[in-house]
């Protein structure tokens, strides 16, 4: 069950199997079918998460007109940080497109690992290092490529194309579905 966890960590930090073994035990399995919510626009964020498979999208807005902002998959590391640590109402809510299976880990739990496990601290510095970049990266690139550009960059991510609705996709772009039709015909 923990498997895919602990060589994840490992891939980010060098730990001692006592340490990974504390740590992999204040984490519990949840599973999420499509179509429900991890965590819903108003709530309080309090888990971090594993995505052991699956995919997830956090998305804003109403039922008319949602904005999707993020999407997550199998293999990532996430919480809804904005959220989470100044302990405030997310503005986002975070659904299942898929069947998804989460290893989670309450807040508190994870504040105290990073008391007692220095390396726990490294692999928390590591993991949002990496999600700043990746968030810069997806700024950079609403700013200065064209939609057609972020469309041909998205489908880098093969597992992402199929398990995306192209509704999503188009919203994740930051285009309508129109738009995001016009620009895969000129692609073809």
């Not at 499509?34 to 998460?49: C, E, I, N, S, T």
């Not at 804003?60 to 590391?77: P, S």
């Not at 690139?141 to 992402?160: G, I, P």
Request: aromatic share 12%; glycine share 4%.
């Amino acid at each position: 069950m923990m498997q895919d966890l602990s060589d994840f960590i490992q891939s980010k930090i060098t730990i001692a199997a006592s340490d990974l073994n504390n740590i992999l035990s204040n984490f519990t399995e949840v599973v999420f079918d499509k179509g429900q919510f991890v965590l819903k626009r108003g709530q309080v964020a309090d888990h971090y998460y594993y995505i052991k498979s699956g995919a997830l999208r956090f998305y804003y807005g109403d039922f008319e007109e949602q904005l999707t902002a993020w999407v997550v998959v199998k293999g990532e590391f996430f919480t809804e940080i904005s959220s989470l640590n100044p302990q405030i109402a997310t503005r986002f809510n975070i659904e299942a497109i898929e069947r998804t299976e989460l290893l989670c880990i309450y807040k508190d739990d994870m504040d105290s690992l990073y008391q007692q496990i220095p390396t726990w601290q490294e692999f928390g510095r590591i993991t949002w290092e990496n999600m700043s970049i990746r968030m810069i990266d997806r700024i950079i690139s609403f700013q200065t490529l064209s939609a057609e550009e972020r469309y041909l960059e998205f489908m880098q991510d093969k597992e992402l194309i199929k398990r995306v609705p192209v509704k999503q996709i188009a919203s994740f772009l930051g285009v309508t579905p129109n738009a995001l039709s016009r620009i895969r015909k000129n692609i073809k």
